[in-house]
């Protein structure tokens, strides 16, 4: 990839390694579990490791500007909007339930549920993040 | 696209630099020198300095600015609306 910067490689790896692992979080969502989340945070820190160690050790000119900075923070408005915007629907949505008396809260698989929710939306946070970062990139910003 | 345009380019070629050695004296990457020649993006203004520093040449020689507008306003017009309170 020689027409990319270091900064576009590293956020190429890590958008392949979000896909990877946390692709089957969506796709199996029903069969999500406590160990299965930790499994997958511990995946995504390992596998990240790896990915950046292998970049930074090919790439010979690994200079960041001010330019960089400026895409990272527009990656880091459009996660942060995302966020919120989805945060605000989840809570909307649990209001929307408890005040419907449909939530099961003495449910065992509730905290479980939650965790999920919640979990999924920092993953799309990141990922709306990683391609904003990515589109700015390609569009010279 | 930024009000600002360049000509990096033009100047860069006259000095028989190429955008890589350009970047590594401005201290800068290589896609945002070509950013820059695209007029895609508009520099903080060290970097601006720093460019025209390198190319030799007053920062205005280097970058000129080139009103959304087109530049309809009269001079006497933009002072008037600069110094408004």
């Not at chain 1, 027409?3 to 490689?9: A, D, F, G, P």
């Not at chain 1, 990272?72 to 915007?85: C, F, I, N």
């Amino acid at each position: 990839m020689p027409s990319l910067s270091y900064r576009e490689k590293t956020l190429y790896a890590s958008l392949v390694a979000e896909l990877v692992v946390y692709g089957p979080y969506f796709v199996l969502h029903r069969q999500n579990t406590v160990n299965k989340v930790a499994g997958m945070i511990l995946g995504i820190i390992v596998l990240q490791a790896v990915l950046q160690s292998v970049i930074a050790l090919v790439t010979r000119n690994r200079v960041t500007d001010e330019r960089d900075r400026l895409i990272e923070l527009r990656g880091y408005r459009a996660g942060y909007l995302t966020l919120a915007t989805l945060m605000v629907v989840g809570l909307g949505l649990l209001w929307f339930h408890a005040t419907m008396g449909r939530l099961p809260l003495e449910n065992r698989w509730a905290a479980l549920h939650f965790l999920s929710v919640f979990f999924g939306m920092l993953v799309i946070s990141d990922i709306v993040k990683t391609v904003a970062q990515i589109v700015s990139y390609r569009r010279a910003l | 696209m930024p009000s600002i345009r360049n000509q990096i380019r033009e100047l860069r070629a006259q000095r028989n630099l190429t955008q890589q050695e350009l970047a590594d004296q401005v201290g800068v990457t290589r896609q945002t020198v070509i950013a820059m020649e695209q007029d895609k993006y508009s520099p903080s203004l060290e970097t601006a300095f720093r460019v025209a520093r390198v190319l030799e040449v007053p920062l205005e020689e280097c970058f000129q600015y080139e009103p959304r507008d087109g530049g309809r306003r009269s001079i006497k017009e933009e002072r008037q609306r600069v110094s408004k309170p």
